[in-house]
């Protein structure tokens, strides 16, 4: 089965009509303000129109209130939830509020933080392991920093899950390899600047990833 493909922090038409025409299958809208890559909802509105129904519409949110989930599912027409430094208790009331697919983001830095994975169950759909940032780190996500994917090797996961983490379309096809992810999620890696996205890195990187 191909693997997925998530290009996450798009902010214009152009960069969303990139990623689309080279086949990605989800894209990736930032409701975090404190991130270079955060829309509002005005812009989501603008920008979800042209999107195809075959590419599913993921909000990136960090341990959201309720009043900002609805306004930016009604604003991006969302189909997934990613969440970000959020319990598993917070995000099993989230998934049962919104109705929406659900995916929780693990911080991964050593073999030990896969064993939160487990927590999971019942309270997400999916498992998006992540670079652990330092408890002072700016953001959560979208560092461009990569953890050691052999940690992955042999792990029994408790549910579908993706990876992220410092993948460019230089190492998204070893990181594939390496790790057997079923979708691979990317978004300084296919930037000229922070918040920037550049079109022909976002061909790139799809193009790599479908040739596994």
């Not at 080279?22 to 991130?35: D, K, V, W």
């Not at 979800?48 to 209130?65: A, K, M, T």
């Not at 050593?110 to 994975?117: E, G, H, I, Y």
Request: hydrophobic share 45%; aromatic share 6%; proline share 7%.
């Amino acid at each position: 089965m191909p693997v997925k493909t998530k290009i996450c922090g798009l902010k214009t038409p152009e960069t969303i009509d990139a990623a689309i025409k080279h086949g990605t299958s989800h894209i990736g809208l930032n409701f975090y303000p404190p991130s270079p890559r955060s829309i509002s909802f005005d812009e989501a509105r603008a920008l979800v129109g042209p999107i195809p129904h075959h590419v599913r519409r993921v909000g990136v949110f960090v341990d959201p209130c309720n009043a900002l989930l609805e306004q930016a599912i009604e604003a991006g027409n969302l189909d997934v939830i990613q969440l970000h430094k959020t319990t598993p208790g917070r995000a099993a009331a989230i998934r049962a509020q919104c109705e929406r697919e659900t995916w929780s983001a693990i911080g991964i830095r050593t073999a030990d933080d896969l064993k939160s994975a487990a927590f999971h169950i019942g309270a997400s759909d999916f498992l998006l392991y992540d670079t652990l940032q330092p408890d002072d780190a700016a953001l959560p996500g979208g560092m461009g920093v990569r953890f050691d994917w052999t940690l992955l090797a042999g792990f029994v996961h408790p549910m579908a899950w993706g990876l992220a983490g410092g993948l460019t379309p230089d190492n998204v096809a070893e990181a594939i390899r390496v790790t057997g992810a079923q979708l691979v999620d990317t978004s300084s890696g296919v930037e000229s600047a922070p918040g920037i996205k550049d079109v022909d890195k976002i061909a790139a990187f799809l193009k790599a990833a479908a040739r596994l």
